[in-house]
Every structure is written in C-alpha cells, then in structure tokens.
C-alpha cells in the first residue's frame, strides 16, 4: 500500500520507497526530523535565466548537443569542470555575472515564510543545500530573516546531485536520511541528490513542466510534488509523524 496522499494538495506518490513498509505495515508515519530545501527556484522566486546562462557558457549548438543527450536538464557546473584553467574561469565569471543579476531581483517564495514558521513550531530542522555561491546563500539569510542550518553552497564538494551534502546535513544533525525530505525544483539536482542520499524528495513543479512525457523516463523520481510551497504543509502532515 502506498504512502497516504493528499488529494487537495495535489501531490502524488510517484514511486515505491524502500522504508515505506514500515509505514504502511504498521500504519506508523515517518517521524520526520528534518527538511532540506533547494535555494534558487525554491526558497526564493526563479529570477535567473538558466537556459539564457548555459548558452552564454556553452555556446548554442553545444547547448542544444548537450541539453538533447541530457532530458533531465544540463548540469553546468559538471560540464565545465573539467575544462582547461582559463576557460573554466571565464565560465564561472559568465555563470556569477547571470547569478549577480539574480540578487538583484531577488524575492522570498510565496508559501516559504509560512512554510519554515510550520517547521519551527514542530521543532523540526531546515538546512538548504544549493550549486550557488555561499555569497548568495549569505544575502538570502540577511534579506529575508530566515535562517537555515546548515546552508550549504557549491563551495561544499562534491555539489548536488551527488548525496553528498545531505548525507552530511544528516550527520550533522545526528538522523538518518529516511528521516528527512528534500523539497527542490529541479529532478536532476535535488531530486537526484535526496534519491541518493536514501531521503524522502518532493519536487516543486509551480508549472508542471516535469508533467511533460520526455520526463517519464527518468532515473530518479520524486515521491511527492507539489505546485507550490503552500501545498507542502498537507504533504508533510498526511505522511508524516510531525510530532516535537
Ligand atoms: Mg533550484
């Protein structure tokens, strides 16, 4: 039996989940400790323009070569890793020019105050795992008074989707991964990095662009998704154990 799901809150449970036996066996939920969020296109409104940033890196038929072997979506800082010195640096300058652009428009995701207020009142843990620089991870804690812990940014290696900082976050905090869900809006970063680490995942879908069937196919599924942030709330409490 799967995962109870919400209808009103339009997730759904789009894969089995290895622990989800003992949760429908014994009808106990998941005590969950701990969410992790992405940072850009999650916690904040999505202000940069990743496909306009991967040509400027890439070049448009390198883009187009590596987006069409890539369905998923394009792993920029992958691609360029193992690019000579001086080419690599000039990508990562093109990269936090289109990311500089970003903070300035920078704005808190609808749902996200309310979200994080939820999870403070059930004392449970908020880290943040993004591929930005820990500068901007630094302006999104002063500009919106929310602070997660730990934050971690690209300057963590390896970065998402690798499970690496999660499973990092999960020592830190002294849990394990199928106690904690990462809620993202990418499949190939946070879904792929929470699959890994053996967590729960939600993908936050605000257009539901992952509806499209060039998607079916893909490695790692998330177990919930959600439209919006306001949504995660009955995600959490229906599969959940909440409890402090
Ligand atoms: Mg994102």
Redesign the pocket.
Known sequence: MPLLISSSAKAFFLSAFPHSKRMSNSGVKTRLRGVVF?????LTVPVIDFPAMYRAVLGDEEYRRIKAENPSGVDILGEIEAWPPHEQRKAYDTIAEYERQGLDRLQIMPGATELCAVLDSKKIRRGLITRNMKSAVDLFHERFGITFSPALSREFRPYKPDPAPLLHICSLWEVQPNEVIMI???LK??VACGRQAGAFTCLLDQKGIYDSPEYADVEFKPHFKVTSLAEVNSVLEVNFNLLP
């Open positions: 992405d940072m850009d296109g999650t993202g809006d990418s970063d946070d």
